[in-house]
């Protein structure tokens, strides 16, 4: 249906016929050029010319008055009544951009990822289930940078993640400082659900933040955080002299993820694959279930922009027509 934001301006509708009326009128002095002895049957043979054609262009100026004063009224068109699902939950998705990242010891549609493309992949999806949560995300290796506010547009906040890159953040892994700085961003939302989601495959080896000094400011700030350590346990290596096993995680500090998780009521993870990391993600949506309260809205849409334009090709219209001398 059609909403006008600003009704009362109807009440310049007669403003033209107020001016018409109650301000004197210009006078205008004429002379004839030419005299002649039946000057009167002139008149009366213009008058009633005048008469008979100068209803329609007052019609139409009146015409293109009452669309100007449609515009001014901010016509808008209401959609359909649409509901949007609000869990009241901040969650914030703290991953890890460092060196580290690129190892390729997942796979993903049977071929070798490394560790940050199976990451995107599955916290993608993650974030595309999270409806009615504020999302917003982390990246961190030497520092650590927030790259998208809490935000209810899970669209952008999955395009960022994609378009993050290893070693965009430095070489390095500061965990404390990731963890402080979602601590910053969601302090000023106590009164929501704060949860923070961290993903990382080594150990704090940058940063001005201990990680344990990091978790118990975000315990008392109420901060909930489940840590997530990612990397396989074992990789062959094949090189001249053969094949051999190494342990390409063994840099992962899983006692002190565990700690942050335990400090804040949390839970930490051990994802190897890729297919234990999509589990991982499903037990968060168990854990952190997305809530059912709904806000409604109508989606607007302007509509002034079609009476103004009309009101402008009359107006040009009628002064085309006076320049010609066709209308007076």
Not at 177 to 194: C, F, M, P, Y
Request: avoid cysteine; proline fraction near 4%.
């Amino acid at each position: 249906m059609i909403h006008f934001e600003w009704p009362w301006l109807i009440a310049l509708l007669p403003l033209p016929w107020l001016v018409r009326h109650y301000l004197p009128a210009a006078v205008v002095t004429r002379e004839a050029a030419l005299r002649v002895p039946f000057l009167d049957d002139f008149t009366e043979s213009e008058t009633q010319s005048f008469r008979q054609v100068k209803r329609w262009p007052l019609w139409l100026a009146a015409f293109a008055w009452l669309l100007l004063i449609s515009a001014a009224m901010r016509p808008q068109w209401l959609g359909e009544l649409i509901e949007i699902p609000i869990s009241g939950r901040d969650l914030m998705l703290a991953v890890d951009l460092s060196g580290s990242m690129q190892e390729e010891d997942f796979i993903l549609n049977g071929q070798k990822v490394n560790r940050l493309v199976a990451t995107k992949y599955v916290a993608g999806d993650f974030i595309e289930r999270r409806i009615g949560d504020r999302i917003g995300l982390i990246l961190f290796g030497e520092q650590a940078y927030l790259q998208s506010p809490l935000t209810l547009d899970r669209e952008t906040v999955r395009t960022l993640l994609y378009e993050s890159a290893i070693g965009l953040a430095g070489k390095s892994t500061a965990i404390g400082d990731a963890i402080g700085l979602a601590v910053k961003r969601l302090r000023q939302h106590k009164e929501s659900n704060r949860v923070l989601i961290l993903l990382t495959d080594g150990a704090n080896t940058a940063g001005v933040v201990e990680p344990l000094e990091a978790a118990e400011l975000a315990a008392r700030e109420g901060l909930k955080i489940y840590s997530i350590g990612v990397g396989a346990d074992e990789m062959i290596i094949r090189s001249f002299f053969g094949d051999r096993k190494v342990n390409p995680s063994v840099d992962l500090d899983e006692d002190t993820l565990t700690a942050i998780a335990e400090k804040t009521g949390g839970l930490y993870f051990r994802a190897r694959d890729t297919e234990e990391l999509a589990k991982i993600y499903q037990i968060l949506d168990k854990l952190e279930p997305v809530e059912r309260d709904v806000k409604r809205f109508r989606p607007r849409q302007a509509l002034y922009y079609w009476p103004l334009a009309l009101a402008f090709i009359i107006a040009g219209v009628l002064l085309g027509l006076k320049q010609s001398g066709r209308i007076r």
